[in-house]
């Protein structure tokens, strides 16, 4: 069984910075990308970083320049240094990973995520 448990999440002031952390448990036979999403209060979850298996990034026009995504040996661990936060970061960030255990079909992974608070 895949699990992904975060941390790193917590309250700063804006301006400040944080280190979200998503460690992985469970095998996987092939990963196709990892990332980072966030959900603020009434509004829809949305991508903040992704790294694919290639090492290629994307990143959310919002986050561009201020934030980076990494990910550790063999995948097992997935990171999002988050500078110069704006209030509006405030949201439940999770981890997500894209791959395929063996002899099932490709799916998502998600973690329970982690409270990112940014005060003004």
């Known amino acids: 069984q895949v699990q992904l448990v975060e941390s790193g999440g917590g309250l700063v002031q804006a301006g400040g910075s944080l280190r979200l952390s998503c460690a992985r448990s469970?095998?996987?036979?092939?990963?196709?990308?990892m990332g980072w999403y966030r959900q603020a209060p009434g509004k829809q979850r949305e991508l903040v970083a992704r790294?694919?298996?290639?090492?290629?990034?994307t990143y959310a026009g919002s986050v561009k320049g201020r934030f980076t995504i990494s990910s550790g040996n063999a995948k097992n661990t997935v990171y999002l240094q988050m500078n110069s936060l704006k209030p509006e970061a405030t949201a439940v960030y999770y981890c997500?990973?894209?791959?395929?255990?063996?002899?099932?079909?490709?799916?998502?992974?998600w973690g329970q995520g982690t409270q990112v608070t940014v005060s003004s």
């Open positions: 997500n990973v894209f791959g395929t255990r063996l002899l099932s079909a490709a799916r998502d992974y």
């Open positions: 469970g095998s996987l036979f092939a990963i196709t990308a």
């Open positions: 790294i694919a298996s290639g090492g290629s990034t």
